[in-house]
């Protein structure tokens, strides 16, 4: 099998790093249009399967006929149109492609800053018509396969399909400073993301499933402050909605309820909120000494270097879903847990092995055809049965645990 990266960032180069470890993996394939990411990324990574290309990957003549070599694509980038370009290049070569972060068939509106949508399409169209074509050249696009979305999804998946009847689910995930070094950070926040995705996160209109309906919510509304005391840990936290996981509310009807929440230190939102009360989060430039200047955009240039973590600082990732539903005419709960910590021996950040770990996996499933759906495949509904079995071994042999917890109780009249 031969597995083509696109981008050789942080993620792209912990896909690459886990792909030529595998003995039924040939050549790993990484691109990037810049040299110098591609040097950093080879410096990181030392095998002779490894083959480096500089490449426009918005040049989709040239990347398809590259694509044309490999047997499967993985897209670890963070720039959306560049992404939708990959999956039409992709679509054409009939290359089946994983990706960490879109889902392709809902385009999210507040995400679609140059995005080129063909012959006047809606955004939702343009979705179903890469779908559709997808389908129709025997192509999977399997998506949202890192951590949230990603192992998030798989698991809330897992959770709806034990039971008769799925009512709720409820994802809480984030990644944050570890607990030793959070106060040397603003806002008790390091970078584990884009920051500015993070700022946009936290003042869209975020969709949410509320008795029944698909509703538009404030971001980082309905908040929670919760104690997690799993693997050891005695932890308290906030959370509150965030967008993410769209495919759930496309494909996930039924639900009474369902909301994605992000996790963060205490504290953290009170921040935030005193920041949006300043106008520091509006977008709509402001005159400052003859320039027109987006607080938003100000802020997060002032802020990032002092939020970038110190080389020896390290994170943690930390998830709590809840699905509840009836299973045999009971009331029934399944909370699933997960707490990781940075790699330090190989210098690989939390955020980076719950991202690009089942990344990588995914790749190899998709590779030896084991997923056999087409078309625009969210992960949830494509990691299911004994492909999730598979997944979760995977993950334990890369030292990720995942904690899932049932409960039933007898159904009230």
Not at 278 to 293: A, S
Request: overall charge negative; proline content about 4%; glycine content about 8%.
């Amino acid at each position: 099998m031969k597995a083509l990266v696109i981008g050789s960032g942080k993620m792209g180069s912990i896909i690459a790093g886990d792909l030529v470890k595998d003995a039924d993996v040939e050549a790993v394939g990484i691109v990037d249009s810049r040299k110098s990411s591609l040097d950093r990324m080879q410096k990181r990574v030392h095998s002779s399967k490894l083959i480096a290309r500089v490449l426009d990957v918005t040049n989709t003549e040239d990347t398809k006929k590259l694509m044309k070599d490999y047997d499967v694509g993985v897209i670890a980038l963070d720039d959306t149109k560049a992404c939708y370009k990959v999956v039409e290049a992709a679509i054409e070569a009939g290359l089946n492609i994983v990706d960490i972060l879109i889902y392709f068939r809902r385009p999210d509106p507040y995400e679609i800053e140059g995005l080129e949508i063909p012959n006047q399409m809606t955004t939702e169209e343009y979705g179903e018509w890469l779908h559709e074509s997808a389908i129709a050249k025997d192509v999977l696009i399997l998506n949202g396969l890192g951590f949230a979305p990603g192992i998030s999804n798989i698991t809330i998946g897992d959770g709806i399909r034990k039971m008769d009847e799925a009512v709720s689910a409820i994802a809480r995930v984030g990644g944050i400073p570890a607990k030793e070094v959070r106060g040397k950070y603003p806002l008790n926040y390091m970078i584990t993301w884009a920051f500015k995705h993070v700022l946009d996160d936290y003042m869209t209109q975020a969709e949410v499933i509320k008795n029944g309906k698909v509703v538009r919510v404030p971001a980082l509304s309905d908040r929670e402050n919760f104690r997690f005391n799993k693997f050891g840990k005695d932890e308290e936290f906030e959370c509150g909605v965030t967008c993410g996981m769209p495919s759930f509310i496309y494909m996930r009807p039924q639900l009474n309820e369902f909301a994605e929440k992000t996790i963060r230190w205490p504290g953290h939102y009170k921040a935030v909120d005193t920041l949006k009360e300043c106008g520091m989060l509006d977008l709509t430039p402001i005159d400052f000494k003859g320039m027109k200047i987006a607080p938003r955009d100000f802020l997060s240039s002032v802020m990032s270097p002092k939020l970038t973590p110190l080389e020896a600082d390290t994170d943690i990732c930390v998830m709590w879903n809840t699905v509840t539903g009836i299973k045999n005419g009971q009331k029934m709960r399944i909370d699933y847990y997960m707490w990781e910590e940075a790699d330090i021996m190989n210098g690989i950040s939390a955020m980076g092995r719950v991202t690009g770990f089942p990344a990588a996996i995914g790749a190899r499933l998709v590779g030896k055809g084991e997923i056999k759906k087409r078309g625009i495949v969210a992960c949830e509904d494509a990691i299911e049965g004994e492909i999730y079995q598979k997944f979760m071994e995977e993950l334990v042999k890369r030292n990720i645990t995942i904690l899932e917890v049932p409960e039933t109780s007898q159904e009230q009249e």
